[in-house]
């Protein structure tokens, strides 16, 4: 077949493509390096012949025009699953709206009919000889969201490489238009410089890993000082299957730490759904045949992660009360991030033979005010629960570590102010007693 021959008749300018999108439309961008720049600002210029045009996307890495466009949102309503620095901005002004979702179900609320897609449009890499286009670094939700959605449109990014893996492509046959334009360098995330708790907690955590363990860190400086501390360490022949591949893999690759030699399924493979990191990283996972990106309903599927022996999962989050109730996403009601995979890998390192799931935090912050508040709360009021107090498993904070895995109320309550910040101990044991959860013969 003249797969380029089909390609040119599909080969529109950006501003022909996006006539398609109508008044009332769903329109998805889909994630991360996925997300659309060039139809994004031609749907932009077509501000004022539209209205209520909903749009949908995640881990938004550029400004988006079609938002910055229309602040009183008539004509552009922008929706999130998961809010990147720049979404929770929007969402701070108003601009955003949050749609909470377990990652791992992300891909059936499209195939099941609860998130309807009128118009996809996302970033690829370019067509091969075979007719297929690479969903790249930003697989996750993508076949899934092209798979129902009425109308697709894909935007030939140049610097976009190809990625091996499962549900990672698209055909030409099934693409409605095509756009090409030039693109700049792919957007990067800079490492951010761990701090001296990064450093103690990383401490407990690299004590209980072993050779041959399976990693799934979260992103930031903890997850960096953990993949340094590693690649400084004896530990071996470590695998990695994780939601968002990051620069701290690419270190312990180049540390030789990553063999996936252990690994009981996808063994020499580092699984992943979305990538985001330096170039560095996007270099290494271009046609790698040791690097595989899957769909998120695979890489996040708790029954995948408990065929794997030793899988660790380390990820943090933002406050936790006494009995075990995990908040990962939000400060108050204000909105910061989302309950992303958290949970399905809470449950999958548990599931796993050998298995460990780590939440960690510092103990406290610094307020506005320079009031020093504690992370371990007594109750949530209005905080976004993440992870139920039945998933809470190994805790960490710079005092400490504990488990919480078939603890009483009580005797959670003492291991979790056991790792409090000293400063706000005895008023937590205070609030406990109000709550029915310190017994006497706690230790104070």
Known sequence: MDFIKEYNEKLKTP?????????????????????????????????????DVKIRGYLVLHPLAT????????????????????????????????????????????????????????????????????????????????????????????????????????????????????????????KPEPTEVDVKLADYIVADLKDGSCLQLGIGGLANVIGAKIAESDIKDLSVHTELLADAYYDLYQAGKITNIHKNIDRFKTVFGIAIGSQDLYDWAADNPAVLTTGIDYCNDPNVMAQIDNFVSINNCVSIDLYGQINGESAGSRQISGTGGQLDFLTGAYMSNGGQAYICMTSSYTDKQGNLKSRIVPSFHGDAITDPRSQAFNVVTEYGKVSLVGKPDWMRTEALISIAHPDHRDALIAEAEKLGIWRKSNKR
């Open 15 to 51: 501003e022909e493509a996006v006539k398609v999108v109508k008044s009332g439309d769903w329109v998805d961008y889909v994630v991360g390096l996925g997300v659309p720049e060039i139809l994004d600002k031609a749907l932009a210029e077509r501000k004022d012949e539209l209205f």
């Open 67 to 190: 938002v910055e466009a229309d602040p009183t949102r008539e004509h552009f309503h922008y929706n999130s699953w998961y809010m990147s620095g720049y979404e929770r901005k929007l969402c701070d002004k108003g601009l955003c709206n949050f749609a909470p979702m377990i990652f791992r179900n992300l891909p059936s609320y499209y195939r099941k009919g609860h998130a309807p897609v009128n118009v996809a449009m996302m970033q690829v890499s370019p067509m091969d000889a075979h007719g297929y286009f690479y969903f790249s670094l930003s697989c996750a939700s993508a076949r899934a969201t092209m798979d129902v959605a009425d109308y697709i449109i894909l935007e030939v990014n140049e610097n976009l490489p190809k990625v091996q893996g499962t549900q990672n492509v698209i055909h030409i046959s099934e693409v409605d238009a095509v756009v090409e334009g030039e693109h700049g360098p792919l957007a990067t995330m800079g």
